[in-house]
């Protein structure tokens, strides 16, 4: 038989039969170029696969083997009717045998006439190149290769309880609100101006806004922002059409 390089060469010479067997649900057969016959029929549900062999170098002698999860169930010569170990004709073509495209049929077989569990000679698996497993620039081009990422907009993370929430960020949020008011307050009292003090209360809220999140590790207090934002854009406004 063909050696490990051709293996992709035997795996060509399988062609599937249209209707496969009675009885079973796939069937296969591959002819040599020395006019031996291999046909490959088995039933992915009952685990049974059943091997013909016609060799041409002994006038079309056939032996067939019936193999269930790679337990020789059966060996019969047909020309002779009579039943016995058929390894030394079936072995001389495991590496044809091997090269069955069809990995549960191979499975089933289990390894009988030492013929391979997993296809032989199927396309090579192609090596990816550095740069594209390399994780360096995911982060400009957005690229999340967690897998799992898409769960995030579907499931809703478990948060502590409310009270356990606000007990937890209350004073920094009062502290904030005494800062920004009393500030805008100076400003009113030092410019008497509507279109400084909007400003300023703009600017507190971005301001407040941007320390939750960068320096204390937590979200925004959307009220706290739309508050200092609002009021903010109020008096930019009143300031702005009043004078």
């Given amino acids: 038989m063909a050696s490990f390089q051709d293996y992709s060469l035997l795996r060509r010479w399988w062609k599937p039969e249209f209707p496969p067997a009675k009885g079973y649900t796939k ?3 591959a002819k040599t170029p020395d006019g031996d016959i291999l046909q490959a029929d088995f039933h992915f549900h009952d685990r049974k696969i059943r091997l013909t062999l016609e060799v041409a170098g002994e006038n079309g002698r ?8 790679g337990s020789i169930l059966k060996e019969t010569d047909l020309s002779t009717g009579r039943s016995y170990p058929l390894y030394s004709r079936f072995a001389p073509f495991r590496d044809l045998l091997s090269s069955l ?9 289990g390894g009988a ?3 391979s569990p997993e296809p032989l000679g199927g ?7 550095p740069w594209e497993i390399s994780t360096k620039y995911d982060h400009i081009f957005g690229i999340d290769r967690n897998p799992r990422s898409w769960k995030r907009f579907f499931q809703r993370e ?4 409310l009270w356990t929430r606000i007990k ?9 609100y005494s800062l920004g008011l009393g500030a805008a307050l100076g400003i009113w009292y030092a410019y008497m101006d509507f279109y400084l003090l909007g400003f300023s209360l703009a600017v507190f809220g971005l301001l407040f806004g941007g320390l939750d999140w960068i320096l204390r590790k937590r979200d925004p207090l959307f009220s706290k922002v739309v508050i200092f934002l609002g ?11 009043r004078f």
């Fill in 27 to 29: 069937s296969y057969q």
């Fill in 158 to 161: 478990k948060k502590e309880p």
């Fill in 168 to 176: 937890r960020r209350i004073w920094g949020d009062l502290q904030d």
């Fill in 101 to 109: 495209p069809d990995k549960d049929a191979l499975q089933i077989m």
């Fill in 113 to 115: 006439y030492g013929v």
């Fill in 231 to 241: 009021s903010g854009s109020y008096f930019y406004y009143y300031g702005f059409t």
């Fill in 62 to 69: 056939i032996y067939v083997s019936t193999i269930r999860d």
């Fill in 123 to 129: 396309p090579e698996r192609r090596t990816p190149k």
